[in-house]
């Protein structure tokens, strides 16, 4: 992993603040960085984008009773 230091202008550091002072619980500084230069890199094609989780319910009368206790091992076999 590599390290780096950035310098934000006035008006973003500002709104960044904002966001992270609103927020129920604040994410890292790290985690809110990481996650908007991914998003602007995969945008533009730098990253793949990130697939949307998928989950398929059971059918009616599947048998399956416990899906809440176990759902791990339910979507580690698909």
């Known amino acids: 992993m590599k390290r780096a230091t950035i310098t934000l202008p006035d008006d973003l550091d500002a709104a960044l603040e904002t966001?992270?002072?609103?927020?129920?619980?604040s994410p890292a500084l790290t985690a809110v960085v990481q996650i908007a230069l991914r998003e602007y890199l995969a945008g533009r094609g730098y990253l793949p984008?990130?697939?949307?989780?998928?989950?398929?319910?059971?059918?009616?009368?599947?048998?399956?009773?416990?899906?809440?206790?176990?759902?791990?091992?339910?979507?580690?076999?698909?």
């Open 19 to 25: 966001y992270l002072r609103e927020q129920e619980v």
């Open 49 to 78: 984008p990130s697939r949307p989780l998928r989950i398929t319910p059971a059918s009616k009368g599947s048998g399956k009773k416990d899906g809440s206790l176990n759902h791990d091992r339910y979507l580690a076999q698909r």
